[in-house]
C-alpha cells in the first residue's frame, strides 16, 4: 500500500457524491450489512465506488452514515450518508476471509480552491435572479460556492466525475454552458406559464 493510501469498505453503486452532498440508501444484502453496521458502531467511512454500466470506475465517493432512518423487521435499514471527500482506488479486493463485503486501499483526492471566472458568475447570478423572482437571497455569496454552482446545474453522475479531472478553466467553460442551458429551460417554463407558448 502507498504512503497516503487507506484501507476501507466498500459498496459500488451507480452513485457519485461531492464533498457535502447526501443520499439515502436502502441497505438489504448481508455483506453490506455488516459494512454499514461496523461504520455505525465505529464511526468510519466507507467508499462508494461509482458503478458504470458495464466497469468499476476508479473513483468514488468517502461517504459517512449521519442517520439511521428506519430499522425494519427485517433487519434492512434506511440510512442517510454524506460525502466527506471524493477518491481513487488503487487496489480493490471483492473478497475477504475476515469480511463479507469488498474493501480497497484508496487515496483522497484533494479539494482544490475553484475561483469561479467573473463570467461564470454572472451567468449564475443571472440564472439564480430569474429562478428567485429577484429574491435578494439570489445576490447571496453562498450560492455561487462550487458546490451551489454544481448541484444548481443538476450534473449527472459520469458529468460529475468528468468535472473532477477538468482543470479550472474547463470547469469554468463546462458551468457556463450548463447555466446557458438552464436559462433556456428556465425561460421556456415562464413562458408556459404565462399561456405564451414557443413554436
Do not use: W
Not at 71 to 95: A, M, P, R, T, W
Not at 145 to 159: A, K, R, T, W
Amino acid at each position: 500500500m502507498k504512503k497516503g493510501d487507506y484501507q476501507y469498505g466498500l459498496f459500488p453503486l451507480r452513485i457519485f457524491l461531492f464533498p457535502g452532498e447526501q443520499t439515502t440508501l436502502h441497505i438489504f444484502e448481508p455483506r453490506y450489512l455488516q459494512l454499514v453496521t461496523e461504520c455505525l458502531s465505529s464511526g468510519e467511512y466507507f467508499g462508494i465506488p461509482y458503478q458504470g454500466k458495464t466497469t468499476l470506475s476508479e473513483l468514488g465517493s468517502l461517504v459517512k452514515v449521519v442517520q439511521i432512518l428506519k430499522k425494519y423487521d427485517s433487519g434492512d435499514l434506511d440510512v442517510l450518508v454524506e460525502c466527506k471527500s471524493n477518491f481513487k482506488i488503487h487496489h480493490f479486493q471483492n473478497k475477504n476471509e475476515h469480511k463479507l463485503y469488498p474493501i480497497g486501499s484508496l487515496s483522497k483526492i484533494k479539494k482544490g480552491i475553484f475561483k469561479p471566472s467573473e463570467e461564470l458568475e454572472k451567468y449564475a447570478s443571472e440564472y439564480l435572479t430569474h429562478l428567485l423572482d429577484n429574491s435578494k437571497d439570489s445576490k447571496s455569496e453562498e450560492l455561487v460556492s462550487l458546490n451551489n454552482l454544481v448541484n444548481l446545474v443538476n450534473l449527472s453522475d459520469e458529468d460529475k466525475i468528468k468535472f473532477i479531472g477538468f482543470s479550472d478553466l474547463k470547469k469554468n467553460e463546462f458551468l457556463i454552458k450548463k447555466f446557458k442551458f438552464m436559462m433556456i429551460l428556465l425561460s421556456q417554463e415562464k413562458m408556459v406559464d404565462q399561456n405564451f407558448y414557443l413554436n
